[in-house]
């Protein structure tokens, strides 16, 4: 998931079923938020903490 800072909304913008994935085309020149939020069949999880990067 993804946001801008400092409170955009959180939007998911990849899913994985492995330990990671590779975003491309994001924009650049602003401040982002990531965050993982891990999913099985009991449900989601608590969101991760967050990453904040400038691109």
Same mark, same amino acid.
């Given at each position: 998931?993804?946001?801008?800072? *400092?409170?955009? *909304?959180?939007?998911?913008?990849?899913? =994985?079923?492995?330990?990671?994935?590779? !975003?491309?085309?994001?924009?650049?020149?602003?401040?982002?938020?990531?965050?993982?939020?891990?999913?099985?069949? =009991?449900?989601?999880?608590? *969101?991760?903490?967050?990453?904040?990067?400038? !691109?």
């Amino acid at each position: 998931m993804r946001r801008i800072r *400092p409170d955009g *909304p959180w939007e998911d913008v990849a899913t =994985a079923v492995i330990t990671e994935a590779t !975003l491309v085309d994001q924009e650049r020149g602003k401040e982002w938020e990531y965050r993982i939020v891990a999913i099985n069949k =009991a449900g989601e999880g608590e *969101p991760s903490n967050t990453v904040m990067a400038v !691109l």
